[in-house]
């Protein structure tokens, strides 16, 4: 009965190399989101999606590619991955983007890159 | 632009004690405001919201658009209320959710 959930929960790897995180919700929600949560615990949105389409892109480097191949799914792959890429990476959705949506969150994806 | 202040990055006290969590807001509109709550490892969730004016967990928070704060308040701390806070704002129409820097609360038996 999880709402959000994230796959993996913990991912290491290497810099340079190009990973991927997955997102799915199972509440019917129409907008989903990624957030950033970095060492200090500081937590910044870096996009949204809202019917499969884009509707949040906040200044994240290119090498962050979100893709939604339907309103359950969004997936966050990132290319040649940096060592300032280590973070938690949380997904969440909410019913849509008016008053009142509450955003509920995934475990998060710890990402270290070594 | 939208922007939200929590002065304190820890604040420590003792189980039974009065807690107050600091949130300061800049909004040129008329704000929604959120306060969620992540436990140790755990993942973020709502606590409460001001348009509800609820008590959770025995957590209030009372939106102030005089002084532009909406602080969190409990009357008598528990050792499980020892989480990390994060205040948030969203503005009017199609806004995005800011987050405050975070409190980390610290509740010592």
């Known amino acids: 009965d999880t709402a959000v959930s994230q796959t993996p929960k913990y991912l290491v790897t290497q810099m340079g190399n190009d990973k991927s995180i997955k997102c799915e919700q199972n509440?019917?929600?129409?907008?989903m989101y990624w957030y950033k949560q970095d060492s200090k615990k500081f937590l910044k949105i870096m996009f949204s999606?809202?019917?499969?389409?884009?509707?949040i892109n906040e200044t994240v480097p290119n090498r962050f590619s979100p893709k939604s191949p339907d309103k359950a799914h969004l997936n966050l792959h990132i290319n040649s991955l940096e060592l300032g890429d280590s973070a938690v990476y949380f997904c969440?959705?909410?019913?849509?983007?008016?008053?009142?949506?509450?955003?509920?969150f995934g475990p998060g994806t710890r990402l270290t890159v070594l | 632009a939208q922007r939200v202040t929590q002065p304190e990055k820890l604040l420590s006290v003792f189980k039974g004690a009065p807690v107050e969590l600091k949130c300061n807001y800049s909004?040129?509109?008329?704000?929604?405001l959120f306060w969620y709550v992540q436990y140790s490892r755990q993942r973020l969730q709502l606590l409460l919201r001001?348009?509800s004016r609820e008590s959770i967990k025995g957590f209030t928070a009372d939106l102030n658009k005089g002084e532009t704060s909406f602080h969190l308040k409990k009357p008598f701390a528990q050792e499980e209320d020892s989480a990390m806070y994060y205040c948030?704002?969203?503005?009017?129409?199609?806004?995005?959710?800011?987050f405050g820097t975070g409190t980390r609360l610290l509740v010592s038996p």
């Open positions: 999606y809202n019917n499969k389409e884009l509707i």
């Open positions: 969440a959705s909410s019913q849509g983007v008016l008053r009142g949506d509450t955003q509920y």
């Open positions: 948030a704002l969203k503005g009017t129409g199609f806004q995005k959710l800011v």
């Open positions: 909004y040129s509109g008329s704000p929604e």
């Open positions: 509440l019917g929600h129409d907008t």
């Open positions: 001001h348009i």
